[in-house]
């Protein structure tokens, strides 16, 4: 589309319930929200590895009207490293970026209560989790970015409204992660499995990727 097109396609842009809630998730993540105008309008960056290729297309299908161009792989050493997309510019993802962001730096919103749903939980998991480890059942979600007293309010969130019981494990100086405690583990993944994608499975030890 010309310029004078995707201007006037934009102004018929409107977020829909699923792709508020695919937002809320991802940007507790991994996903990015960037300014190019001091912060009058937003667009949402996505990158992650390769490996998760099937991942960045299901946020593309979600998010293809806002997007110009396709996912885009990244070189490295001549062979692909990373699959990324970026969306316009616009109005419509502000409000996010002043939940999520003070400056540059994310946090995690004071309304998170009210923004994340089941779905919402299974996008960053998908996103930002992964299973402990091949002998252990348990899964985490990798939240180093984010100080601890944030955190103690997103686990009792966790708790009061999915009963999803949690703990935080330090990982470095000032750096934690949650963990769902085994005896919610079977709860967690009835909740979240109805949205996880067949190629994501593995992070809740289910499927290991092949390959």
């Known amino acids: 589309m010309r310029s004078k097109e995707i201007e006037q396609h934009k102004t ?22 960037e300014t190019q105008n001091d912060g009058k309008t937003y667009r949402l960056k996505i990158e992650h590895s390769i490996s998760q290729k099937d991942y ?39 409000f996010y970026a002043q939940k999520y962001y003070i400056g540059k730096v994310k946090h995690i919103p004071k309304n998170i209560g009210k923004m994340l749903t089941v779905r919402a939980l299974a996008v960053w998991f998908m996103d930002d989790g992964s299973i402990k480890s091949s002998k252990h059942s348990n899964v985490l979600f990798h939240t180093l970015g984010y100080d ?33 405690a085994s005896e919610s583990m079977t709860h967690f993944k009835s909740l979240v499995e109805p949205y996880i994608l067949p190629s994501m499975m593995y992070k809740l030890g289910t499927k290991m990727p092949k390959g």
């Open 148 to 180: 601890k007293k944030e955190l103690d309010k997103l686990q009792l969130v966790m708790l009061k409204k999915f009963n999803l019981k949690t703990s935080l494990h330090k990982q470095k100086q000032n750096h934690w992660r949650i963990y769902i």
């Open 56 to 94: 960045i297309e299901w946020l593309y299908s979600h998010f293809k009207i806002w997007i110009r161009t396709e996912p885009k792989i990244k070189m490295k050493e001549g062979k692909p490293s990373t699959y990324s997309f970026t969306t316009y510019s616009h109005g419509s993802f502000r």
């Open 12 to 33: 018929q842009l409107k977020l829909t319930k699923i792709q508020r809630e695919i937002l809320a998730g991802t940007l507790l993540g991994d996903g990015h929200l």
